[in-house]
Each structure stands twice: as structure tokens, then as C-alpha cells.
């Protein structure tokens, strides 16, 4: 299954200067949750700025057009139908984890988006891809937990793609 997760404000931001421009420690014990003992999938520009190191306890796949990239622990892949191969043969959830233009490659081949939506506008200079929204059902909605160190209020979704009557047969 491949799956996309993101946290955004209320305006689409995703980044700025390749890191998240908030700080909200429950949305990342979210992704920690969500993607543990899983494989992410994201762009060389995330994972550099992530500390170019692969999270401990899943798989990283990095995606870029550097014929030559490598760092230890991850797989390097080149196109998108790399990306779908893998997923189709791993048992767990490929998650796409950034950044924009990575979004906007898998976004058609997702079957459930997990965002988390922060009720705020920040400075940034990525943004998520647009969503047909139509295309999806919200199947999951909760409220995060604001606190002395998550300052935003935010509410985590769970969309789940819309099964088209010719996709039934």
C-alpha cells in the first residue's frame, strides 16, 4: 500500500529551506507512530535536511536524479516506477514523506493520506501539491493536543481514496 503524510498549515506549507517551519513534538511522535517498522520514501532535498541520516526502525528510500548519491542505510532510487515496484512487493505501508515534487509524483498512485492540518500560517517556501478532493473520503478525524510544547492547535485527518465504479471490476 502506498500512502502520503504530511503536516501543513492552513495555507498548504509543508517547509521552509527543506525543514519544517514549526516545532509540534506530537505530530512528530505521529509520523514516529505511523511510519515505524514501515518504509518512507522522500527526496534528496528532505532527507539532507533531515540530517542526512535514515530514522531508525524503517526503511528509507531516497529519490533523487543523482546518478552517483549514496549515504548509508537508505536506498537510492531514480523514478517513480522504482518506487511503485517496491511497494508492491513490501508487505508493510510505503509512506511518501516530502518533498513537494515528490508529493505530486506519488499523490496519483496513494490509497490514504494522513495529514496533519496546523491552525496556522507560517512562513515557507513548499507547498503541498493541490488534492482532488473529491476523490477522497475523510475517514478519520481527531483533535491534537495543544500543551506548554505543542503551541498550535492542529487536528490529524485520514482520507481514504474514493473507489471509482470502473476500478470496482
Known amino acids: 500500500m502506498l500512502a502520503a503524510i504530511w503536516a501543513q498549515d492552513e495555507q498548504g506549507t509543508i517547509g521552509k529551506e527543506n525543514r519544517l517551519p514549526w516545532h509540534l513534538p506530537n505530530d512528530l511522535k505521529f509520523f514516529k507512530q505511523m511510519t515505524e ?8 532535498k528532505t532527507f539532507e535536511g533531515m ?3 535514515p530514522l531508525p526502525n524503517r526503511q528509507t528510500i531516497v529519490m533523487t536524479r543523482e546518478k552517483e548519491y549514496e549515504a548509508p542505510g537508505i536506498i537510492v532510487v531514480h ?3 522504482e518506487v511503485l515496484a517496491y511497494a508492491q512487493n513490501f508487505s508493510g505501508i510505503t ?3 516530502g518533498g513537494s515534487a515528490v508529493y505530486k509524483e506519488f499523490l496519483p498512485y496513494c490509497d490514504v493520506l494522513y495529514r496533519t492540518v496546523i491552525n496556522h500560517v507560517f512562513e515557507g517556501d513548499a507547498t503541498f ?3 482532488a478532493w473529491e476523490d477522497w473520503t475523510l475517514i478519520n478525524l481527531s483533535e491534537g493536543e495543544q500543551d506548554e510544547n505543542n503551541l ?3 487536528q490529524f485527518e ?3 481514496r474514493k473507489v471509482c465504479p470502473e476500478q470496482e471490476n
Open 37 to 44: 517498522d514501515n518504509t518512507i520514501v522522500m527526496g534528496r
Open 51 to 53: 540530517g542526512s541520516r
Open 79 to 81: 523514478t517513480v516506477e
Open 95 to 97: 509512506f511518501i514523506a
Open 129 to 131: 501539491p493541490e488534492v
Open 152 to 154: 498550535y492547535s492542529y
Open 158 to 160: 485520514t482520507y481514504q
